[in-house]
Nanobody, 113 residues
């Protein structure tokens, strides 16, 4: 059974940092194109960052220079390091595997003073 389990969300002040984790089971993240999406209240889900099997990375313009996607093959886990967080980064963050469209359950990130 395939599972993607996100963790690491929480409440942080503007300018702070969080690191999200996406632990995979039943799949190998090292040979998968993996994404992080987010959905803010009342808005559509948007693509935030992508990492390919060749370790190429791509970012939404709104997070470039602040967020970093990475992967630990031994842990079968994908990470999203988020720095200089802004209130506009608030939302539920989802891990996604493109092949077969697997989604995690999401983790809430709230940026507020």
């Amino acid at each position: 059974q395939v599972r993607l389990v996100e963790s690491g969300g929480g409440l942080v002040q503007p300018g702070g940092s969080l690191r999200l984790s996406c632990a995979g089971s039943g799949i190998s993240v090292s040979i998968s194109t993996m994404d992080w999406y987010r959905q803010a209240p009342g808005k559509q889900r948007e693509l935030v960052a992508t990492i390919t099997p060749n370790s190429n990375t791509m970012y939404a313009d709104s997070v470039k220079g602040r967020f970093t996607i990475s992967r630990d093959n031994a842990e079968n886990t994908v990470y999203l390091q988020m720095n200089s967080l802004e209130p506009e980064d608030t939302g539920v963050y989802y891990c996604h595997r493109r092949f077969n469209e697997y989604w995690g359950q999401g983790t809430q990130v709230t940026v507020s003073s």
